[in-house]
């Protein structure tokens, strides 16, 4: 039997990713991937990828590690309110004024997808799709292109993040798949605990499990209050905003 963890989206929250390594520990998980965004939002972006590296953890490139290593600009989206806009625009430049030269080269470096085979199935990992870090695949995403996707790339199983919403999502009978882990750092769903995949392996079968980790929020919110980062994020992970 094997185990293993899929995290996401830690998004700078050093005591989320503390808690889900903590967790994933106890889960006795064999190896952990990391499907990207470790930074922007939370205060810690050097701190988090120190911990990632120094746990030797898988990395795909997230759109805000691209973003980031690549000194992309920031453009504003159409979806966020005008506060929300101008919050992230803060966000992201605070990171990039920031980061250690170090870091910003082992953001660049990092892959696009990361392909695991085992007896019976094969595994795709990507940040946001097949096609691009910053396509969105939610849960009601047409199953034709799913099958698409996972066709071109012969792979059974995508695993997915981006969207800091998790699901599992069975497709074709059940002999295909669609997970995403949720994001640890930044979760937009209504508990805001920190979420990540558990994989159990045996055989020619797997057992998926998203997992939900509690850690101390109040922690984050205080230290994103004395930081530059704009109290919008703060306001988020309080339920306010």
């Not at 000194?71 to 992230?88: D, F, G, I, M, Y």
């Not at 071109?152 to 497709?171: K, N």
Request: glycine fraction near 6%; aromatic fraction near 8%.
């Amino acid at each position: 039997m094997l185990k293993i963890a899929v995290i996401s989206d830690i998004h700078g929250n050093l005591p989320a990713l503390q808690s889900v390594l903590t967790d994933i520990h106890q889960f006795g998980a064999d190896q952990v991937y990391c499907l990207g965004d470790l930074t922007d939002a939370g205060p810690w972006h050097n701190e988090v990828i120190d911990l990632i590296r120094s746990r030797q953890i898988p990395v795909i490139m997230g759109n805000h590690d691209e973003r980031i290593a690549f000194n992309h600009p920031v453009l504003p989206l159409s979806k966020h309110s005008k506060t929300e806009q101008e919050a992230r625009y803060i966000a992201i430049h605070h990171t990039k004024d920031t980061i250690t030269p170090a870091h910003k080269v082992f953001l660049a470096n990092l892959p696009k997808f990361i392909r695991l085979e085992f007896p019976g199935f094969r595994l795709l990992l990507v940040h946001g799709s097949t096609r691009s870090n910053d396509e969105y695949v939610y849960e009601q995403h047409p199953e034709n292109d799913l099958l698409t996707m996972l066709e071109d790339h012969q792979a059974d199983i995508l695993i997915t993040g981006h969207t800091h919403i998790s699901y599992i999502r069975p497709l074709a009978g059940g002999s295909k798949m669609v997970m995403n882990t949720g994001a640890v750092g930044r979760s937009k769903e209504k508990d805001r605990q920190a979420s990540y995949l558990q994989l159990t392996i045996a055989g020619n079968e797997i057992t998926p499990v998203i997992r939900k980790v509690d850690y101390p929020i109040a922690e984050t919110i205080a230290a994103i209050r004395n930081s530059p980062i704009p109290d919008f994020y703060a306001d988020f992970f309080a339920g306010e905003a």
